[in-house]
């Protein structure tokens, strides 16, 4: 077991936004003389980055301590870290030093930056540090941006200022702050000159962003100058607010060629008085006409969602108007999770909590549906030509290449490991519900 000197391993639980955290916070540790490792029993320091979205995200986060308490015992010198939403919420650091008092370093979301200093200082003094605060400004001046692959996360905003009445996020994310245009494009362009060629534009709500800047600029905007960086192909965005979903923004997407042809956009539920009752901000109503709208400016696009069962006081006529909702948009995938209280939040203290055995069914039978649409939408595809940007060996058959359309399908075929990080174009020739096989056209 080496386990000795400056190396790290850093474990990431969680969204999009806690993948493009853990990145940062590993270029920070290399310009510092780490170097990273693939084996937890090879790190000279471990870090969790958490997620407290659902109380099973935290439950993980446990059980993996309880794990990496036998490394600290056969190695006293490692330092043990947990960083992330997790350790923002009021009174979780003290827990977890109560029930892990073997962790070295917990710090929250706003503290990702300070993690090299505090890592010496936790060395040097051979105590353990606590490292929480209130949100701060956006920091830009950090050290060069590493791609990893032909793919990057960039976070255009952080933070979120909708308090969605279930929703932890707000709490220990803070109130939205958008990075300034100029720092996101620089950014891009960074990591085209070191390979990439399709980013993803990460933010709790990327449709309002730009409203906290002084300077006049909107998402749309953004997205406009993105599309103008040569030598980037595609552009991705997650996650869309049905609320600031404005017709500008539509026309705008429709009309720029490496903005792919999939929004991801939370329903949460298809009732409109659930709606209310979750603060979404929107009705079902409206959220029809946007799916209209979006097809109709973008013929062959895909549309995933997020969705909710079992909201406190949701009655069998409100998840059946999810069920009536679902039918009609014919979402490509689905999201589909089951309420879960979160301390904190509004939701936890409402009248009407469901039990877990309703929840269940209702899950249950929210998927079957899903899962028939998504499998009918696949098999129309099959027999098409699709343009696919290879990501590696598939996870499921290592013999097989993986990789997504433009429509954020995933397709899996033969081909030769040097084509990762490359576009090519594949045949669909089988549809499952969940991904697509093909082979490689021939030129």
Known sequence: MAGQGKTFKIITYGCQMNQRDSEMMADLLQAAGYEPVADEAD???IILDTCCVREKAEN???????????????????VIAVAGCMVQQPGVAEKIRQQAPYVDLLLGTHNLTDLPRLIEEVKEMHQP??????????????????????????????????????????????????RRPED????????VDQGVIEVTLLGQNV?????????????????????????????????????????HLVETISRLDKVCEHVHLPVQAGSNRILELMHRGYTREHYLELVASLRRHIPGISLTTDLIVGFPGETEDDFRETLDLVARVQFDNAFTF??????????????????????KE????????????????????????????????SKTDASQLSGRTRTNKLVIFPGDRNLTGKLVNVRLTR???????GEISRA
């Open 362 to 393: 209702r899950l249950k039978r929210l998927m079957e549906l899903q899962n028939q649409i998504s499998l009918k939408k696949n098999e129309a595809l099959v027999g098409q030509e699709v343009e696919v940007l290879v990501e590696g060996p």
């Open 60 to 78: 993980k986060v446990y059980g993996k301590l309880g794990q990496i308490e036998r490394l600290k015992s056969a190695n006293p010198d490692l």
């Open 43 to 45: 790190a000279g320091v």
């Open 338 to 359: 089951m309420y879960s209280p979160r301390k904190g939040t509004v939701a936890a203290t409402l009248p009407g909590q469901l039990p877990r055995e309703v929840k």
């Open 184 to 191: 996101i494009l620089k950014e891009i362009k960074d990591l």
């Open 207 to 247: 449709n309002s962003y730009g409203r906290d800047l002084e300077e006049e600029i909107t998402f749309a905007g953004l997205l406009t100058m993105v599309n103008a960086v040569e030598g980037l192909k595609r552009i991705r965005y997650v996650t869309s607010h049905p609320r600031d979903f404005t017709p």
């Open 431 to 437: 549809a499952q519900t969940w991904l697509l096989k």
């Open 129 to 178: 540090r606590i490292a929480v605060q209130e949100e701060g400004p956006v920091v830009e001046e950090l050290p060069r941006r590493r791609a990893r692959g032909a793919q990057a996360f960039v976070t255009i905003t952080y933070g979120c200022n909708n308090f969605c009445t279930y929703c932890i996020v707000p709490y220990v994310r803070g109130r939205e702050r958008s």
